[in-house]
């Protein structure tokens, strides 16, 4: 029912949040996305100041969310197709993607249609 889907949401986003800040504590990403559960959906939103060629090597690597001005990345967490390890595996991507600066690459910069 809706109450559960709304519960493994949360769940969800907050295992994200939580894994970005521990996992990525390194890197220049700050949290938009408000904390408390009545106050966010199933969104979770970082600003990192080289947001978009971070953003076009996430979905290189499978992790598709989307990037919003002003440097945003913006992630859907669908309950009813993601699990807690989608949720790892994607944060471990931005990991790997953020620690060599995988994200530097000339074709990252190039503005696409959409992301």
Avoid at 77 to 94: F, Q, R
Wanted: proline share 6%.
């Amino acid at each position: 029912d809706m109450t559960a889907v709304r519960a493994k949401s949360l769940a969800l986003t907050d295992l994200f949040i939580r894994l970005v800040e521990e996992r990525c504590a390194a890197h220049p990403l700050t949290l938009i996305t408000p904390r408390e559960h009545a106050a966010r959906g199933s969104h979770v939103s970082f600003r990192h100041p080289n947001g978009y060629p971070v953003m076009r090597a996430l979905i290189d690597r499978g992790v598709i969310g989307d990037y919003r001005e002003p440097e945003v990345l913006r992630f859907g967490i669908t309950p009813l197709y993601l699990g807690h390890v989608d949720v790892w595996d994607s944060v471990e991507a931005l990991r790997g993607i953020l620690d060599t600066r995988a994200w530097d690459r000339p074709q990252y910069f190039q503005r696409a249609t959409v992301t």
